[in-house]
C-alpha cells in the first residue's frame, strides 16, 4: 500500500475517533436504557422509512417548486445517519458484539439506502426531473456496488475499504445538500433560475443544490467500484500465481 494511502486511512480514522468521543455519552446513554446494537440499527431503519415518506409527500402534495420537502429529508437523512455510527459504539462500550449484529447491520444498511433512493427517485420523477431521476438511480447501483465489491473481496480474503464515497460521504452528501436546497430555495425563491448567457439554455435552479451532488455521488460510487474491482484483482492475481507455484 503506498503510504499516500496511509495517510488517507490515518485521517479517516482521526475523524472517525473525533465523531466517537462526541456522541459517546448518547451512546452510554442507549446503553442504559437497556437498547441493544440491532434496535439501535432498526432505530436507522425506521428513520430511512420516514425519509421516503416525506419525498412521497412532496411528490404527492407539493408542486415543482415546492423544495422544504428536500429540506427537511435532508435533515432527517444526518440524523438517521448518527444511528449507522450509534449501533456500532453501542455494541463495542456495551460489550454486545456479535457475528449476527454485524450481518444484521450490514442487511439493514442496505435496506435503508434502497428505501431512501425510492424516495429520492419518486420526488424527482413525480416532479418531471427525468434526467436527475436517472442520475439518482444510477447513484443507486453505485452505491450497491460499492457496498458488494468490499464484501465479495473480503469474502475472498481481500481488505477493500477504499475509495471515496463510502456509505459515511454517501450519507452526507445526501443530507447536507437536502438541506442546504431547502435553505436556498428559501431564501432566493424556488423559481429563480440561471440561464447561458444569450441562450435559453437553463444551468440552475435551486434544486440544483440537490441534485448536482446526487450525479456527481453517480459517477464517484461507480468509480470506487470500479477501483476496488481493480484493486482486489491484483492481490487475487497474486494469490493464484502463488497457489501455482
Known sequence: MHPKNNDKISLRDKIQ????????????????MGLTP????????????????IFIEGAEKGHRGELSYIGWAGALVLFA??????????????????????????????????????GICY???????????????IALIGSMMVSYTRARAEGLGVACKDGLMQRPERVITIGVSGVLCGITAYFIGSDYKIFLPGTSVQVFEPISVFTIPISLMAVLTNFTAFKRLANAKVVLDQKDRLSNY
Open 17 to 32: 475517533q473525533a465523531i466517537y468521543w462526541v456522541i459517546n455519552p448518547l451512546v452510554k446513554s442507549l446503553i442504559w
Open 38 to 53: 440491532n434496535a439501535v440499527t432498526l432505530i436507522g431503519l425506521v428513520l430511512n422509512i420516514l425519509v421516503t415518506i
Open 81 to 118: 445517519g448518527v444511528f449507522d455510527m450509534l449501533d456500532g459504539q453501542v455494541a463495542r462500550l456495551g460489550k454486545m458484539s456479535s457475528s449476527f449484529g454485524a450481518l444484521f447491520d450490514s442487511v439493514l444498511d442496505r435496506y435503508s439506502e434502497l428505501i431512501l433512493f425510492l
Open 123 to 137: 420526488y424527482l420523477i413525480a416532479h418531471h426531473y427525468f434526467y436527475s431521476s436517472l442520475f439518482a438511480f
